[in-house]
């Protein structure tokens, strides 16, 4: 349950950046560069998926979720600052170099934890709730960079004079913040995950999975 909460959480973050990613570049840029850093995180994805491949993840998976899951927020918050083609670019390859790695880690606990016979019911339920946080994410994206975020830091508004002197006023910079919060938000679920025992203790707590007897008596 801890593991199912805590990608509730992060699988909320990303979706919010999944939406809001397009006008965060295009508010300071050019269409070429947006196609440019989506190839760039589709080669990221990749990369990180043959990384996986060929490493096989750490010895202990909940650290590669929660280390990795670090990686992933300090991208996010790094995404917020003033407009940078170096820091994007550094962005977007440590966010998605780091999910298939992360999914990678988190698919090995639950084969290797959830006996065979109920994976199905176990891997439907587990993706039910994990993903039901999406379509909350992609519902209030946009209300709230354009709602909330955006006046906080346009001219004149409530932040402009204290954050908006750190990360600049004006179109798409509210859009940074939120890309912070978002950051802060899933480095918090991270040290939370990590100080919750049940979580960081998962694989040496609960045994693995015993074959059922069919299997141990087809393989003698």
Known sequence: MGILLF????????????????????NFSTPAFLGML???GGLDFLAGSLTMSTWGG?????????????????????AGFPPNVAILGA?????????????GCSQAIWQSKTAP????????????????SLPLAY??????????????????????????QVIGVGTG??????FMVLGAITLLATVVGYVYPSLRKV???????????ASVTTAG
């Open 91 to 103: 962005a977007a390859f440590l966010f998605f170099f780091s999910m298939p790695i992360i999914n």
């Open 173 to 178: 910079r509210g859009i940074g913040l939120l």
């Open 38 to 40: 989506l190839s760039i």
């Open 139 to 164: 519902l209030i994206s946009g209300p709230l960079a354009d709602r909330v975020f955006e006046p906080l830091l346009a001219e004149g508004g409530l932040l402009a004079n204290s954050v908006g």
């Open 203 to 213: 694989e040496a707590e609960l045994p693995d999975a015993i074959p059922d007897q």
């Open 117 to 132: 016979d109920v994976q199905g019911r176990v891997f439907a339920v587990r993706r039910m709730i994990a993903w039901s």
């Open 58 to 78: 750490p010895k202990l998976r909940v650290a590669g979720i929660l280390g990795f899951s670090v990686l992933q927020g300090v991208a996010l918050f790094a």
């Open 7 to 26: 990608f509730a959480v992060t699988n909320f973050t990303s979706g919010i950046v999944s939406v809001l990613f397009t006008p965060l570049v295009l």
